[in-house]
């Protein structure tokens, strides 16, 4: 109670805040409006959802758009996961503080909030990657971290991008580098893998739809194939490989993927 005897007002919830990049042509606006519209589903209020585009076009007007920060670094890599680096730099536009990041090409099936609630002191919460598990390699599907609390990843990169392209087949390696020794993972069951963890092993996979696993709150569809494509039952393959990168309709995806 305050000393005039009234109720003291409450203190309103810090905004939880959600960024995404969209740059090319691999997604586009629909990808950046089903996972606004997921994460409205399973996130409570109230929060931000920013998008770095190159293209607003068609984007939904809940979501703020800013143009899509490069990495100057010479092409194909500036245009491929290594321009996800962008977001280590000083400042954001539209950002600061805390901020989870989520890449386009996943299906969130589960709540959001304790993502910016796990372990709030750490300095970056990162899946363990699924490939490499005990190697301290995180997946930047999805990750929690400060803006400006680390430039030195972006300008270390910029300094030096010739032997770290060398050195590192891709951003997530060259991240969880950086952080050796300071990552923090997620619950391993809150973010699965739709190859490794939804799609049956095996000759089952021919007949047996991918399912969702226990406790999963996103599934994250690395490569290929990419949530559209999973749920019409369809894994771009050459032909030599067509035996195995075999899967049925995963029906579950629209249900989630809206």
């Excluded at 919830?13 to 606006?29: E, F, N, R, T």
């Excluded at 599934?219 to 039952?233: K, L, Q, S, T, V």
Aim: include cysteine; proline fraction near 10%.
């Amino acid at each position: 109670m305050s000393v005039s005897g009234e109720a003291s007002p409450e203190v309103p919830p810090p905004i939880k805040q959600v960024v995404c990049m969209d740059w090319g042509q691999a997604y586009g606006s629909v990808y950046v409006n089903r996972l606004y519209s997921m994460v409205s589903r399973h996130l409570t209020p109230p929060f931000r959802f920013v998008c770095y585009t190159d293209s607003p076009s068609g984007i939904r007007s809940d979501v703020e758009c800013y143009e899509c920060p490069v990495v100057d670094v010479p092409s194909p890599k500036r245009d491929r996961g290594w321009r996800k680096l962008a977001l280590w730099q000083e400042s954001l536009p539209g950002l600061c503080g805390p901020v989870l990041f989520l890449d386009l090409d996943i299906v969130i099936t589960g709540p959001l909030d304790e993502f910016f609630t796990w372990q709030p002191d750490a300095k970056f919460c990162v899946i363990q990657n699924w490939t490499q598990p005990g190697r301290q390699i995180g997946n930047t599907s999805v990750y929690r971290f400060v803006v400006g609390s680390h430039p030195e990843i972006l300008s270390g990169f910029l300094n030096s991008y010739v032997d770290i392209l060398q050195r590192f087949p891709n951003s997530q390696t060259y991240i969880s580098d950086c952080f050796a020794g300071q990552m923090t993972f997620w619950p391993s069951e809150w973010c699965c893998s739709f190859k490794r963890h939804c799609v049956p092993k095996g000759l089952r996979r021919w007949y047996q739809e991918p399912q969702i696993p226990a406790g999963a709150r996103i599934i994250a569809f690395p490569g290929r194939p990419n949530p559209h494509e999973a749920a019409d039952g369809k894994w771009p393959a050459p032909w030599y490989k067509r035996f195995y990168k075999r899967i049925r309709p995963a029906r579950w995806i629209d249900e989630f993927w809206r």
